[in-house]
């Protein structure tokens, strides 16, 4: 006959299987718990600011102005240190983070010096061909959102065809501004769009009105002797030359700066004192229906960019004047979504992601004040090409339970890699019709691999091959090579103060045989270029480097210039009216904001 065991034994034996069963569980969990989070297919939440520079937030070393929300968002997931935009500006780099796919892929790189879409009214815009993140979600069972910024265009051969308008590209809802905010939208405010232009057609004006007066003045009193019909030439052609000056830049705030409610327009102009409250309010009230999920919200803000309307409660509030202000109401935004994430009970199951669209626009001033925003330690900045300052961005993610809080992450990662990451998460397959750029985070996010899928990535300015960067794996070494570089004006001062942005090409460029080579892994501020006299790695790098863009550039094919001339000048029959052309003016928001600031 078996003794009993005693009592002490077996709570030992109990608790030695608990322990087992707990081992075993969290186990499974790590094998299995990736697997069932995929299954349930996270809300994806992704904020994009507008010129905001990676010098500009506190987690990336700013230290006066207040982003406590953007802080968090950092310390409760990962954060990106070498996270790089495809485009220096803002039209090419938002159709590359849209596509995955370098904007030379599908037109939305300029030959010209337009470089952006420059009118609601243009016919330029992301080709209907082009696959968005957003139509392939769409395809996965979730309901797509953008509220904010577009600037992919419009229309293409009538005011109502919206062959460009973001539900054409798979967003089931937008409102927001399908174009950019500039210095126009706001009155008082020095003029923005083409500035040289606008001057040249109104000289022209000038001239020949001051000749139609004088040579009607010298028929009259009879000191010359002229045709009428000749003196009535002259005055057609400059009321054509006037025309063309009023109608496109005395009414650009009825023309560019308007909100749209899915097809419809609903404020022209806008009202930008309550800009902010409108694009929060519509956030959060997508969020809200939607919180059964699965979604997709992408929240384009139209902060940090000039001329930066910031509504009063934060004016003046910043150490770093109308910019650091902008900065710190873009961050109560991102905080007030965050609430709403968490009061819904969303925060487990929503993948969040928050960078820029490229660096800070360093001539943006008014007298001495600066209203761009600051690069940090890197060299350049919006438009520049292929310098750092404009390039290198934010990139923050957070996914609580799925991704390590408070980790940082400092290999080579792209605005391109969220469309293969969202469409990943969403359970979707990557087109295999064409050539996608980007690479999918979550095995980098996750520490699956210690490397990211990029080796070299391609800077252009424009069309124009500006740079490139090598990331070396088996020594860890990040080359950089320049094939051309902005001449800056004053030469010494970092940026072309004497045009406002920096050209791509002409005699605004300096092109470089052999190219300018830094070594970016030990002088990120591009300060020191490399030489064969002082590296002798220099030749098999550049040779290299040479052999990968002969690559990349095979993948290339030819495509229609969205930003050609003809595609971004002012066309009236494009333009979006709330009122029957000209007389477009609306206030439909009137009513509409419910003091959520």
Not at 265 to 274: C, G, H, K
Not at 352 to 376: C, K, M, P, T, V
Request: glycine share 10%.
């Amino acid at each position: 006959m078996i003794a009993p065991l005693p009592c002490t034994v077996i709570a030992a034996i109990l608790f030695r299987m608990y322990i087992l069963t707990a081992l075993t569980s969290s186990l499974c969990w790590n094998m299995f718990g990736l697997s069932a989070a995929m299954d349930s297919k996270p809300n994806i939440l992704l904020f994009l600011a507008d010129d905001l520079g990676i010098g500009d937030i506190g987690c990336y070393g700013n230290n006066t102005i207040r982003t406590p929300n953007i802080d968090r968002l950092a310390r409760e997931g990962v954060k990106l240190t070498q996270h790089i935009a495809a485009a220096s500006l803002c039209t090419p780099s938002r159709a590359a983070f849209l596509t995955g796919r370098y904007p030379v892929r599908s037109g939305m790189a300029s030959s010209n010096r337009y470089r952006a879409l420059q009118w609601n009214a243009g016919s330029g815009g992301l080709p209907a061909n082009e696959t968005t993140f957003a139509r392939l979600l769409q395809q996965q069972g979730y309901t797509t959102g953008l509220i904010g910024k577009w600037h992919q265009g419009v229309n293409c051969e009538s005011f109502s065809d919206h062959c460009h308008h973001p539900l054409n590209h798979g967003f089931d809802y937008f409102y927001g501004m399908p174009f950019t905010l500039l210095n126009n939208c706001q009155e008082n405010k020095p003029p923005e769009l083409d500035v040289a232009l606008q001057a040249k057609l109104w000289l022209y004006s000038q001239i020949i009105i001051l000749a139609v007066l004088t040579l009607t003045a010298g028929k009259l009193i009879g000191l010359i002797s002229i045709r009428w019909k000749i003196i009535a030439c002259f005055t057609f052609v400059g009321g054509i030359f006037f025309i063309s000056w009023y109608s496109s830049y005395g009414f650009v705030r009825y023309w560019n700066c308007i909100l749209m409610r899915n097809h419809d327009v609903a404020e022209q102009p806008m009202r930008l004192e309550r800009t902010a409250s409108l694009m929060l309010k519509e956030a959060v009230s997508f969020i809200k229906r939607n919180r059964h999920g699965p979604f997709l919200l992408f929240v384009s803000f139209l902060h940090v960019h000039t001329p930066l309307f910031t509504s009063a409660k934060f004016l003046g509030k910043s150490h770093h004047g109308l910019y650091g202000d902008n900065v710190e109401e873009m961050d109560w935004m991102v905080g007030r979504l965050l609430n709403v994430i968490d009061k819904e009970g969303l925060k487990n199951n929503t993948f969040i992601y928050f960078a820029s669209d490229h660096g800070g626009f360093l001539e943006a001033h008014r007298g001495n004040a600066q209203l761009g925003g600051w690069n940090g330690i890197y060299k350049g900045g919006k438009g520049m090409g292929g310098w750092e300052g404009g390039i290198r961005v934010p990139g923050i993610v957070r996914w609580p339970g799925m991704l390590p809080a408070g980790t940082v992450i400092n290999e080579l990662t792209s605005l391109m890699d969220i469309f293969p990451t969202v469409v990943h998460l969403a359970g979707g397959a990557m087109p295999q019709d064409r050539v996608i750029d980007g690479r999918t985070l979550l095995p980098l996010l996750q520490g699956r691999v210690q490397h990211s899928g990029h080796e070299f990535m391609f800077h252009y300015c424009g069309v124009f091959l500006h740079a490139v960067r090598w990331h070396q794996k088996d020594s860890g070494t990040v080359w950089k090579a320049h094939y051309a570089t902005p001449v800056f004006q004053p030469e010494a001062s970092g940026a072309c103060f004497g045009r406002g942005i920096c050209p791509c090409f002409g005699d605004g460029v300096t092109h470089h045989d052999p190219p300018l080579l830094f070594d970016l892994s030990q002088d990120p501020s591009e300060a020191n270029p490399l030489s064969a006299d002082t590296e002798p790695l220099f030749d098999t790098v550049t040779r290299r480097i040479g052999k990968a863009v002969e690559e990349h550039l095979k993948t290339l094919t030819p495509v229609p210039q969205q930003l050609s001339p003809y595609n971004n000048i002012w066309k009236p029959w494009l333009q979006p009216c709330c009122g029957t052309f000209p007389f477009c003016w609306c206030d439909e928001e009137n009513n509409k904001v419910h003091g959520m600031l």
